[in-house]
């Protein structure tokens, strides 16, 4: 079973940038995305974006295309998600998540992926 972790959160201004990292445990060769979901207070639980963990194909939400970028390396079995320009409507617990099924189909649905991490919490003040 994959065990994930995030690190990386915390609290910023309006403007700065964060990088997010998601610390996969073996085995890791049955996954085949990884992907980012959010959850501010209040909200549901929402997709920021994904990346096929060998391809490394990408996929954004439209709210973060252009400021976000997802990316991988395999030899650290580490999933990033770099954040610029951040805004105080980032504000959320963000949490990362796996999946082994090799389809690319639905990668913006939370249902379709197996793993979990916690969550980190990312705060952009005004």
């Known amino acids: 079973q994959v065990q994930l972790v995030e690190s990386g959160g915390g609290l910023v201004q309006a403007g700065d940038s964060l990088r997010l990292s998601c610390a996969a445990s073996?085995?890791?060769?049955?996954?085949?995305?990884m992907g980012w979901f959010r959850q501010a207070p209040g909200k549901e639980r929402e997709f920021v974006a994904a990346?096929?963990?060998?391809?490394?194909?990408?996929y954004y939400a439209d709210s973060v295309k252009g400021r976000f970028t997802i990316s991988s390396d395999s030899a650290k079995n580490t999933v990033y998600l770099q954040m610029n320009s951040l805004k105080p409507e980032d504000t959320a617990v963000y949490s990362c998540?796996?999946?082994?099924?090799?389809?690319?189909?639905?990668?913006?649905?939370?249902?379709?992926?197996?793993?979990w991490g916690r969550g980190t919490q990312v705060t952009v003040s005004s």
């Open positions: 073996e085995p890791t060769f049955s996954v085949y995305i």
């Open positions: 998540a796996a999946d082994s099924s090799p389809t690319t189909a639905f990668v913006y649905r939370e249902s379709r992926y197996d793993y």
């Open positions: 990346i096929t963990w060998r391809g490394g194909t990408t």
